[in-house]
């Protein structure tokens, strides 16, 4: 083998490893040094071949020279998600307008109707690493399609439920995995096309949240007069089959990858295993759990990144607090309808509460989008500390509720609650892009959505057995308070400890290199070869003796 044939294997090689879509494979074999029968031997390749490829490293160059659009087909971006975040994390409120009928037809208590709400949250935030699969491999666009076919499949199957556990099955997991889909990959989509004024968009990306906290308890509420529980869930099923068409304008960034690049690396990667199964067969049993778990590792770091809770403090804190958070961030939501009810209030009055709540968020978040998005906010570090502070008013508008059960009382425990819950919202993304690159964005939101979802799961449950145990809702929304609150309070007080420990690293280093600057910069050398400079009439000697 030539030499310029070794470097040009040994740079696909490479390239493969990494897991770039290099277009290296069609390039013509530059030799160096080499004969004239080697010269004689080379074959460039085809005109069309060189054009086509050369078109396409300089469309992948133009995209990571000039970084995303910020705008553009951008916004219909954002406008997809927005719909799509209505219609997936805002839908579990609606399990709230049908909590009493599903107690009553199923003769269930408070606990086992509350894991229906809770399985669907859980499994929406826990899908973050098969969703992160499904993304790499057929891309954002068709795992959006996906989740909104298995959601409105889900949620249409639960109709036909017989039994609590279907139920559980049905609306809990299908469903919840179609929310899963469809959520994750539009939040990572507005990621990709703003950068400058990604706190703009993602704020104005959350109004979805309250778009659909303002219409879906209204709309649940008005099919459940009509048809039932039954004929609801069948109805919001084909609701939910619209998330297809969001996932549709999600056009991808970048050109994609050729064939023949995409060749090259299959071929690697069967030489690879192949080579690994040999491996594996020589050592044996230790081989193959040695050569697993060298897989998994890399897999549970793409999609789960457990080493960011090692390397980046400011991650693992902010990940512990939203986690802790979760408990009781969503109980409310289930809630509040169950309570209000209890105390002799209208289902209709009830709903209005949820429906006012959603136009708290709608007029909140486009506001806090606009305030957020101002020149004087791009690059600040400061939104970990604000959306710190709206989780601690969140937690303590809880206590609100157990100062009466009146619809005036219950009016202003939802206006100080939608306030601080719209900041949130507007805040958990970006604060989340500002503590990790973008790059591990993906994966840093699969790992929280995880942690999240055991939260999640166990919220609402753990409220239901309150309320069995003691028939009192009010201590529900006591026990929020304490998790709102203490969060909040974990998430302030880490980042500052953590912003000054790293103030005071800048500054040691800073003096430190002053001092070293400060320092002459002179070397001794002991062999040193002293020649005296001439004199001038040294000089005219050795010109007379030329001469």
């Known amino acids: ?18 897991g770039t879509t290099a277009v290296t494979s069609s390039l013509p074999v530059i030799e160096t040094d080499s004969g004239p029968a080697e010269t004689a031997n080379f074959k460039p390749d085809e005109p069309d071949q060189q054009e086509e490829e050369s078109s396409t490293f300089a469309e992948v160059q133009h ?20 719909l799509v975040l209505a219609m997936t994390l805002a839908f579990p409120s609606c399990i709230g307008i049908f909590y009493t009928d599903l107690q009553n037809d199923f003769q269930a208590s408070n606990t086992e109707t509350s894991w229906v709400p809770a399985i669907m949250m859980a499994v929406l935030h826990a899908g973050g690493p098969i969703c992160s699969v499904l993304v790499e491999r057929c891309g954002c666009r068709a795992t959006i399609i996906i989740g909104g076919i298995l959601s409105g499949l889900g949620m249409a199957a639960s109709s036909f439920a017989r039994t609590m556990v279907e139920l559980y099955i049905t609306a809990g997991i299908i469903t919840g995995m179609g929310f899963s889909l469809c959520f994750q990959p539009s939040i990572t989509m507005v990621g990709h096309y703003f950068v400058r004024r990604r706190a703009f968009a993602n704020a104005l990306s959350s109004t979805g ?16 007069s009509c048809f039932g529980w039954r004929g609801s869930f069948l109805v919001l099923g084909g609701v939910l089959l619209n998330c297809c068409v969001c996932g549709a304008v999600m056009r991808p960034l970048g050109a994609k990858p050729k064939t023949g690049a995409k060749t ?70 289930v809630y509040l309808v169950p309570y209000a ?52 008013i969140n937690g303590l508008s809880n206590c609100i509720c157990g100062m009466g059960t009146s619809f005036s009382v219950l009016l202003a425990y939802v206006i100080v609650f939608g306030f601080s819950m719209s900041i949130v919202g507007s805040l958990l993304f970006t604060v989340l892009m500002d503590t990790v690159e973008m790059s591990r964005f993906p994966s840093a939101l699969g790992l929280i959505s995880i942690m999240e979802s055991i939260m999640l799961l166990l919220g609402p449950p753990l409220a239901g ?3 069995d145990s003691t028939r009192q809702y009010v201590y529900v929304f006591f026990a929020c308070s304490i998790t709102g609150s203490t969060a909040g309070l974990f998430i302030m007080l880490s ?53």
């Open 264 to 333: 090259g690396l299959m071929d690697n990667h069967h030489l690879k295993t192949n080579c690994l199964s040999v491996h594996q067969e020589r050592e044996g049993l230790k081989g193959r759990l040695r050569a697993t778990l060298s897989t998994v590792m890399p897999f549970l770091r793409r999609h789960m990144a457990f080493d960011l809770l090692c390397s980046n403090p400011h991650f693992c804190a902010y990940a512990l607090g939203v986690s802790w958070m979760m408990l009781g961030f969503v109980v409310p939501l």
């Open 341 to 392: 009810t209890a105390y002799g209030m209208e289902q209709d009055r009830a709903a209005l509460l949820m429906a006012i709540l959603g136009l708290i968020n709608i007029t909140v978040r486009p506001a806090t989008a606009l305030v957020f998005g101002l020149p004087r906010f791009r690059g600040s570090h400061n939104f970990a500390y604000l959306f710190a502070t709206a989780v601690l």
């Open 495 to 547: 980042f500052y400890w953590l912003d000054r420990q790293k103030d005071r690293e800048v500054k040691s280093s800073s003096i430190h290199e002053d001092t070293n600057s400060l320092k002459p910069n002179i070397k001794m050398s002991t062999d040193c070869n002293y020649s005296p400079v001439p004199s001038q009439s040294m000089n005219d000697k050795d010109i007379e003796t030329d001469v």
């Open 1 to 18: 083998m030539t030499e310029g044939a070794e470097v040009h294997q040994t740079l696909l090689l490479n390239r493969a490893d990494a």
């Open 209 to 224: 949240t309250a778009l659909g906290l303002s219409t879906l308890p209204l709309l649940a509420n008005y099919l459940l």
């Open 63 to 82: 995209h990571s020279t000039t970084g995303p659009p910020e705008g553009g087909w951008g916004w219909v971006v954002v406008a997809g998600t927005v």
């Open 465 to 467: 057995i309150l309320v």
